[in-house]
């Protein structure tokens, strides 16, 4: 199937077609030209022209088989629940082109990301009816987020060849590449305290979450006494953000400094403050995966920067190194994160936000 296929499909040029399919990082006109030309694409089963591929990359490239990868989102419903696993994504479809590989399915399955719901659910069932809507055409599997432990174990004994990338290590249950939670909430956690901040809560998913366990330990290692009302457990949404930082308006002894598990959850509390009801309330935000947005806040968001792509591009590598039987035994590759310093953090005695960028 050729590209100009795919764009008289979706109507756009055949240009905007291969750079939506090559990079990850391109702009389209919106999000949903871009997410229609991907989905036409798995649709039709499009994998580029081994011909052409193969006088650009030697004999070798001829030799190969296309193999068949699907892609399991374990923290969002739909596309646009969470930026940071969508972007991931848009570098993990742009790999998996790169190495003559098809895309055959996308599944958005939070469930497999909460362990109570995975108790009462039959995964065995559910994850043979995901293979079969691959009509048995799925050579390996990509995993973008936690995901249960016993579920992993499944599909792993379906799929063969999994690959996980992730923020909670799958302690070697399968190939992961890791940006390890725990050290980007004590980073995040650390910064804080530098500024003279104690008073810090902590916004996120708590139950077996390693950010939440990092920020307990960053605590722990200060001698900070962790506070109940400055721990609250959220999902990962802008609204979710928004009504939290209503609840720390509320108490009599607020926060000065909050540590947020994700920039989506943080934004929406930027807002709520911006929107002029904080009554000078102006705590230090902080929070990690450095989303595109978040460059954009105002005031710009103070975050711990996952590396999307490497990340991407390492799952991509060791799952079709695991496929064409490069390797043998569990892999796994961890990631450091970067903190960027913006302005929406301020030292402890300072009543407004920070005008330092880096």
């Not at 109940?228 to 002894?253: C, R």
């Not at 490497?310 to 450091?336: N, P, Q």
Request: aromatic residues 8%; contains cysteine; neutral net charge.
């Amino acid at each position: 199937m050729s590209i100009k296929k795919i764009a008289e499909e979706v109507g756009v040029s055949i240009a905007t077609v291969s750079r939506v399919l090559n990079n990850p990082n391109y702009k389209c006109s919106s999000p949903q030209v871009r997410d229609k030309i991907w989905k036409t694409a798995i649709a039709l089963n499009y994998t580029p022209n081994h011909a052409a591929r193969a006088l650009k990359l030697g004999n070798e490239a001829q030799r190969q088989k296309p193999y068949y990868i699907g892609v399991l989102m374990t923290r969002m419903e739909k596309a646009t629940t969470d930026p940071f696993f969508n972007e991931l994504l848009r570098v993990v479809e742009s790999e998996i082109h790169k190495q003559v590989a098809i895309l055959t399915k996308v599944w958005y399955m939070p469930l497999f990301s909460n362990d109570k719901r995975c108790r009462r659910e039959n995964l065995n069932r559910v994850i043979e009816e995901m293979y079969d809507e691959t009509e048995q055409k799925c050579d390996g599997l990509i995993i973008i987020g936690k995901c249960n432990k016993e579920a992993i174990q499944i599909l792993n004994r379906r799929y063969k060849s999994v690959v996980s990338v992730n923020r909670n290590s799958t302690n070697y249950e399968v190939d992961e590449v890791l940006c390890d939670g725990q050290k980007v909430a004590m980073m995040a956690v650390d910064y804080l305290i530098s500024l003279g901040h104690k008073n810090i809560a902590y916004v996120g998913d708590c139950y077996n979450e390693a950010r939440y366990r990092g920020y307990l330990e960053a605590l722990r290692r200060h001698d900070i006494e962790p506070e109940a009302d400055y721990i609250v457990q959220t999902g990962q949404t802008e609204a979710e953000g928004y009504a939290t930082i209503q609840k720390f308006m509320e108490l009599d002894d607020r926060p000065t400094g909050i540590y947020c598990a994700n920039d989506i959850t943080a934004i929406g509390m930027l807002k709520y403050l911006g929107s002029g009801k904080s009554r000078y309330y102006t705590p230090s935000i902080i929070s990690s995966d450095d989303i595109e947005e978040a460059q954009y806040t105002q005031p710009m968001l103070t975050t711990v920067s996952l590396p999307k792509d490497e990340m991407g591009k390492f799952a991509i590598y060791l799952l079709m190194d695991r496929m064409r039987g490069g390797h043998k035994s569990v892999v796994r590759t961890e990631l450091e994160g970067r903190l960027m310093i913006r302005n929406s953090c301020s030292n402890v005695d300072d009543s407004e936000w920070s005008d330092y960028c880096i």
